[in-house]
């Protein structure tokens, strides 16, 4: 019997490329194979003790039912006023949204702001879901190339220049998820000051906000003037920050109708974000001495872990490395050994056993993805893999 086909959706999306590589590392360490991943995205830590408890606590206390669809109130309300004190101008609860992940949170927000036909303009490299994102929308995603010459940061001219009257949006994600670069406050206000001329959305991606480097510090478009605000859809989580992936627990924070609009779709889709989840959240804004104490321990190892896979990187003949900033990643350049991106972390994974994600993924031939949240052992016997490896290609 033949079925109906798939709807045009699930036939036009991609599954998610840095998820994929993830899932084939476990399934290869489960076999039995030493292979040192490089792919997803995860922290390697566990999620600070302090956060686990209040979780567990409202758990046996029998916070197990549906919560309010954008979240518990305590949680929403330490939220906004943490933003406030950020300078985010008179926002408060209401603008606030707990979503069961960062990635719901940008969806959502998608979803809540863009039409059939709107283009979205997206730099390039970018986070493998935010096109797809912007397609099931049955929006238009329209790419700004930036490559490693320019420290992956796209520049004033170029975003002029792809701004047409059909442009609905324009995605901001700094510190950025593959490349780790990092805008500097003056190079933000001025692209933000070209979307609030253009009278367009701004999503702004900052899930990778507490993970700077050599004295980086980050800035959020909605604290740059009250039209910013107005234009600025501020996205966030806990996962990358306090190492909480699998809790799925993101945050949104825009201006009230956009926040009442992502609130009424969350309530469609999947309605609260776990609640007792929601109460292990809420500890990291009532503990910020605690939560500090724990990020900084992340963000030393990190740092650590990224000015050893830098050097290393660029001590093997024919890799170049741009020395980013922020997140947990490098994007490494490897045209010079004339293989696709594709092929280079295929051969890489079957031939070494390195997982890595190959740049095309992320809307840029001919680099490579490699997230250092991992341990530093596993970033020694990476490199020197991976050294072994370009050695044996042609240059
Ligand atoms: N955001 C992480 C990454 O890029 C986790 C996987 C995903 O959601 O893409 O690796």
Redesign the pocket.
Known sequence: MSTPSLSSWARQVSP?P??AV?AKAKALKAAGKDVCGF????PDFDTPQFVKDACAKALQAGQTKYAPTPGIPALRKAIAEDYVRRGFVGMAEGNVVVSPG??MSCYLAILATISHGDEVIIPAPF???YPEMVKLAGGVPKFIQAEDTTGFKITPAQLKAALTPRTRMVVLNSPS??TGAVYTRAELTELVALCVQANVWILSDE?YENLVYDGQTTCSPATFSPEAAALTITVSGY??SYSM?GWRLGTLIASTPVAAAVADLQSQISSNATTFAQFGALAVHQHPDQAKAALAEMAVAFDRRRLNLWKGLNAIPGLTCYRSQGAF?LFPNIRAFGLSSQEFSARLLEEELVAV?PGSAFGSEGYIRL?YATSDEIIAKGLERLARFCAKLKR
């Open positions: 998610s840095t998820l993830d792919g997803a995205g995860e960062g990635k986070w493998v879901s998820n593959p899930i996962a990358k992936t990643y994600v997230s």
